[in-house]
Structures are given as structure tokens and as C-alpha cells.
């Protein structure tokens, strides 16, 4: 892969003001115009930039938004049109969900920590330090009163 240098890392509202923009690889080959830029959705610092290409603008990708620069009208990312168009891709109108975050970082070689979920913790069973006590039936207890 290549390296794509920029001064800072771009935010979130920065990209959020590229939404239309043609969106080039590495050595300028058109992928396609972006439409949205998506938050993690597991609340980490993995947002994405859904990305149109085909005829119908319906077929969908996301690309790292860490890996995105802007220069001169347009949007450039460090991967290939061929990395990109053989990847995972979304439906324009589906919901990102953790699982299908995790499918594209797997892709773009990010650490999948990120998107995924917490884990739930164990539950184990705790000993009680001294004797069980003895099981008492309703009856008992109103005998003892």
C-alpha cells in the first residue's frame, strides 16, 4: 500500500463537507462520488466515507476516513480502485452495523478491535463461606412464629 500524507488527520465535520466530491485513488482513477460519512457504530474512532460507484449509484463501499485527503476539488485515498472495488460493499440505504464495520476494517487491514463490540463479561458462581442454610418450607416458618 502507499502512504498518503497530510498535515492532520481529517475530522468528521471536514469530511462531512466533502459530501458530493469525487473521490480518487492513489494514481487518480475515479471510484466514485461520496455520498454520506458514517460514524463508528460501535463509538470508536473508525468513521467511514460511503463511497457511490456503478450506474445505478445503489452499490456502495466504505472507505477509512483516516486514510482520505482532500486536495484540489477532490478526495484522495491511499488504496487502489481495484482494492476498493473488490472489497466489501453496502447498500446505499442500509444501516451500518457493527458486524459489517468489522467486514470492511478486516479489509483495509485496520485492527478489528475497533468495531467490535464489548465484551460481556462472565458470570461464575460464587462460594459462600460458610454452610448452606437448611431450606425452609412456608409452613415451617408460620410454625415458628
Not at 10 to 32: E, F, L, N
Amino acid at each position: 500500500m502507499y502512504e498518503l500524507r497530510s498535515a492532520a488527520r481529517p475530522t468528521t465535520s471536514d469530511a462531512r463537507g466533502w459530501i458530493g466530491k469525487r473521490v480518487d485513488d492513489i494514481h487518480g482513477k475515479p471510484i466514485g462520488r461520496l455520498s454520506e460519512v458514517i460514524a463508528d457504530p460501535s463509538g470508536g474512532d473508525l468513521d467511514w466515507l460511503l463511497v457511490r460507484y456503478g450506474p445505478g449509484g445503489d452499490a456502495c463501499t466504505l472507505i477509512p476516513l483516516r486514510e482520505a485527503a482532500q486536495a484540489s476539488r477532490r478526495i484522495w485515498v491511499r488504496f487502489s480502485k481495484d482494492f476498493v472495488r473488490n472489497g466489501p460493499w453496502i447498500h446505499r440505504h442500509t444501516p451500518l452495523s457493527v458486524r459489517t464495520g468489522a467486514e470492511f476494517a478486516r479489509h483495509y487491514g485496520l485492527p478489528v478491535t475497533s468495531m467490535a463490540p464489548a465484551p460481556k463479561p462472565k458470570l461464575r458462581a460464587r462460594r459462600f463461606a460458610g454452610p448452606r442454610p437448611a431450606a425452609v418450607s412456608a409452613t415451617q416458618l408460620a410454625m415458628q412464629r
